[in-house]
């Protein structure tokens, strides 16, 4: 089985520290205490694209990945541990097949985030 784009990005977490791995190169990290909004996007590409994109605030940076990331179910589960974050809304997103935003987590003013 080919793999899918998605994969070549790699999650790890340790801690309180999460880091993500992106295929050119760069990556992303911060403190699991510092993510302030969890927002997951959907839409109508899939099964063809990405269909899932999350979306974190991280001391004011955007950080986003897309779902199909290696490791990305150990962030999943440190996110759930985080005050405040609405696994309802995780479950409401996985079924969507439409153009939406979810909020699972929001801490920050909304002109902040």
């Known amino acids: ?17 999460f880091t993500i ?5 760069r990556t992303e990290s911060g403190a699991l205490s510092s993510v302030t909004d969890v927002a997951i996007e959907t839409n109508d590409t899939g ?11 991280v001391d004011g940076r ?8 290696t490791g990305e179910g150990a962030l999943l589960e440190a996110l759930q ?15 969507c097949t439409d153009n939406a935003l979810f909020i699972a987590l929001r801490t920050s003013r909304p002109d902040s985030a």
């Open 1 to 17: 089985m080919t793999p899918q784009p998605e994969e070549s990005v790699v999650i790890t977490v340790e801690g309180d520290r």
């Open 21 to 25: 791995a992106y295929p050119n190169g």
């Open 47 to 57: 099964p063809f694209g990405s269909d899932v994109i999350w979306h974190l605030n």
């Open 62 to 69: 955007l950080v986003s990945y897309a779902q199909g990331a």
């Open 81 to 95: 541990r985080l005050p405040g974050f609405d696994n309802e809304a995780v479950i409401e997103a996985m079924g």
